[in-house]
């Protein structure tokens, strides 16, 4: 079982009252709150799978670090010709800067600078900008997988150094 304050692997947790709430904690966390007796009043059932527990397992799925050139996965990443495709999907329209600007609540300038290549948007821009104009400036780019070294691990800047001496 784990502990729902700390999250440590215990085989014995105690109910705690801590804020109001019960909760199944390790006998260290148990010092934060007053004990509860069996059948306790009001609270949450810890029969149930909780919330924290579900927390604490995507909490660990994310921390996992994992090597990206390990497979030839895709991504969506920002196209490098989005300014091209902003500015002809306006003229197309037949809008101006100001237009365009107007439309998707922005100012000018920003238009300015997205169609000159001067600012790379966000994604609640991108977002905006393919809804306004009906375009795509995202696109679906695959990861190339690393050069493995004879020691099995990725390729490093070092060790191409190494091979050409």
């Known amino acids: 079982m784990i ?5 440590k692997e215990m085989a014995n947790l ?6 109001g709430t019960v909760l199944s904690v390790c006998r260290d966390c148990a010092r934060f709150g007053d004990g509860v007796k069996a059948g306790g009043k009001q609270g949450t059932t810890t029969s ?7 927390r604490l397992d995507n909490r660990e ?12 996965e895709e991504s969506i990443e920002l196209a490098e010709d989005f300014s091209k495709r902003i ?12 237009e365009l600007a107007a439309k998707m609540n922005e100012r000018v300038s920003i238009v300015h600078k997205l169609e000159s290549g001067g600012m790379h948007p966000d994604d609640a821009l991108i977002k ?9 400036i ?8 690393g ?8 390729l490093t800047l070092e060790d191409c150094i190494k091979k050409k001496k």
């Open 3 to 7: 502990c729902e304050m700390c999250g």
């Open 14 to 19: 105690l109910p705690v009252r801590i804020e």
């Open 48 to 54: 149930e799978p909780s919330v924290i527990q579900a």
């Open 61 to 72: 799925r994310r921390m996992k670090s994992r090597d990206v050139y390990e497979t030839g």
């Open 87 to 98: 500015k002809e999907a306006r003229e197309k329209l037949g809008w101006k800067q100001e």
């Open 128 to 136: 905006k900008v393919e809804r306004t104009l009906d375009i795509k």
């Open 138 to 145: 995202m696109e679906k780019v695959m990861v190339v997988k």
């Open 147 to 154: 050069e493995k070294a004879s020691s099995g691990k990725v």
